[in-house]
């Protein structure tokens, strides 16, 4: 599976916790991230990462454009929580591409849990039948 993730600034060092405790299932599938969330990650964990722009230069946009071409199967997008700013476009977009394309989308540690822990119980397999890119679908389409 194709995972993203994202976190803001005073999130960072959650979702690398977050990442090393979970480093084992996370190192199994194909990930992307902001730039400097994947770094962050990257040197904490020792996981192969693809970054794309930081999320402040249209990294968050990057990703979301992945949503909307089916190359993303999941998103860890941890957000800022104290209330001082609202959401900004890019954040609600992506969010909005998360529901039109059924992705799932974990934006706190909790869900993050049930959702990467459902990913190593194979229950989030259902993306496998509907990617395009899957195993599955390609094998298809050479018949």
Not at 110 to 135: C, H, K, M, Q, Y
Request: aromatic residues 8%.
């Amino acid at each position: 599976m194709y995972i993203a993730i994202i976190a803001e600034n005073n999130k960072k060092e959650l979702m690398a916790q977050f990442c090393i405790a979970y480093c084992g299932i996370l190192s199994r599938h194909n990930l992307c991230a902001t730039h400097v969330t994947g770094k962050y990650i990257s040197d904490a964990t020792g996981l192969e990462i693809e970054t794309v722009l930081a999320g402040s230069s249209g990294g968050t946009e990057q990703i979301a454009s992945m949503v909307s071409y089916n190359e993303i199967d999941l998103v860890f997008y941890f957000r800022n929580t104290d209330g001082a700013e609202a959401p900004s476009e890019a954040e609600v977009n992506l969010l909005r591409l998360c529901d039109v394309y059924n992705i799932p989308v974990a934006t706190n540690i909790a869900t993050a849990e049930v959702l990467v822990t459902a990913l190593d119980s194979g229950n989030l397999n259902w993306r496998e039948f509907i990617n395009p890119r899957s195993e599955y679908n390609m094998k298809k389409r050479k018949v």
